[in-house]
């Protein structure tokens, strides 16, 4: 059983920026071996991805939308990943969602992902 546990969301202007932070915990779960990914559900949307990292932060993969705005890192001593979210735009509101990988390559697709937390709300005002 894996949990994770957002949070640093809130409420920002636009161009504002914020740190979301994902902790994650499990008797068997080693996080150091997985990869690590952020989703995001605007309302009325479906649930899209945002970032992903691999086990040991050497690959990570972005969607073009947040692509020199965010920076996911991740720090295997704390069992922790983060989302720098700089330049932010109203189009970021969304519940943001940190998720454990099924395997160790970094993938987009949900079905990717077997372990989610329970959300953060970011909302970015105009």
């Known amino acids: 059983q894996v949990q994770l546990v957002e949070s640093g969301g809130g409420l920002v202007q636009a161009g504002g920026s914020l740190r979301l932070s994902c902790a994650a915990s499990?008797?068997?779960?080693?996080?150091?071996?997985?990869?690590m990914g952020w989703f995001r559900q605007a309302p009325g949307k479906e649930r899209e991805f945002v970032v992903a990292?691999?086990?040991?932060?050497?690959?990570?993969r972005y969607a073009d939308s947040v692509k020199g705005r965010f920076t996911i890192s991740r720090d295997n001593n704390k069992n922790t990943v983060y989302l720098q979210m700089n330049n932010l735009k109203p189009e970021d509101t969304a519940v943001y969602y940190c998720?454990?990988?099924?395997?160790?390559?970094?993938?987009?697709?949900?079905?990717?992902?077997?372990?989610w937390g329970q959300g953060t709300q970011v909302t970015v005002s105009s």
């Open positions: 998720a454990k990988g099924r395997i160790a390559v970094v993938r987009t697709a949900e079905g990717s992902y077997d372990s």
């Open positions: 499990g008797r068997t779960f080693s996080f150091s071996r997985n990869t």
């Open positions: 990292i691999s086990w040991n932060g050497g690959s990570t």
